[in-house]
């Protein structure tokens, strides 16, 4: 079965990087976009960056544009997100998720997440 | 900016009750729009794609409509299980984008 396993949240400071890591198994993983998704405590979802199935194409949403990094490492089955320079509004649950590979892409497998605390 | 307005923003509802929870875009985005639902606690599911389209295993009371700028996620007769946060999301091809809704919090009377 399709599994999406997080790591690398934790307690930052400000203005510090950390990076983020989703390993997958049981698809074949190089078939498929892979995206980050956010969720700040208590509040809705925020798509973050996608990288394509062959890791040449990246999109960012525009409040991480120029901070964050989305790469994949199709040889581990391992997605990453690099995010520097973080902000206290960065602080959230951070879930990667499998896209669909439909004529209008969707999210149709998403990890447990990692929380990523940014604070002082 | 296409930009997407869910409502409502809650409601409470009894068993066996249709509720419909309506996705507004500012501009017409043809289908490209899905809904997940998210259970209090845990990771969201998706339930329709392409507006329309029931996502393998979601039981058939869930249904997707819509096109354009109007779009619906119907619960047939809602159940307990059901009690969950509800997100519509659009995808926008140029360059590729997904956008959330606010979400519909949906709570048993």
């Known amino acids: 079965q399709v599994q999406l396993v997080e790591s690398g949240g934790g307690v930052v400071q400000p203005g510090r990087s950390l990076r983020l890591s989703c390993a997958a198994s049981?698809?074949?993983?190089?078939?498929?976009?892979m995206h980050w998704v956010r969720q700040a405590p208590g509040k809705g979802l925020e798509w973050v960056a996608v990288?394509?199935?062959?890791?040449?194409?990246?999109y960012y949403a525009d409040s991480v544009k120029g901070r964050f990094t989305i790469s994949r490492d199709n040889s581990k089955s391992t997605v990453y997100l690099q995010m520097n320079s973080l902000r206290a509004e960065d602080t959230a649950i951070y879930y990667c998720?499998?896209?669909?590979?439909?004529?209008?892409?969707?999210?149709?497998?998403w990890g447990q997440g990692t929380l990523v605390t940014v604070s002082s | 900016d296409i930009q997407m307005t869910q409502s409502p923003s809650s409601l409470s509802a009894s068993v066996g009750d249709r509720v419909t929870i309506t996705c507004r875009a500012s501009q017409g985005i043809n289908n490209y729009l899905a809904w997940y639902q998210q259970k209090p606690g845990k990771v969201p599911k998706l339930l329709i794609y392409?507006?329309?389209t029931l996502q393998s295993g979601v039981p058939s009371r869930f249904s997707g409509s819509g096109s354009g700028t109007d779009f619906t996620l119907t619960i047939g007769s809602l159940q307990p299980e059901d009690v969950a946060t509800y997100y519509c999301q659009k995808y926008s091809s140029v360059p590729p984008e997904w956008t959330f809704g606010q979400g519909t919090k949906v709570e048993i009377k």
């Open positions: 049981g698809f074949t993983f190089t078939t498929y976009a």
């Open positions: 392409a507006a329309s």
């Open positions: 998720a499998k896209e669909l590979v439909v004529v209008v892409p969707a999210f149709d497998y």
């Open positions: 990288v394509s199935y062959d890791g040449n194409n990246k």
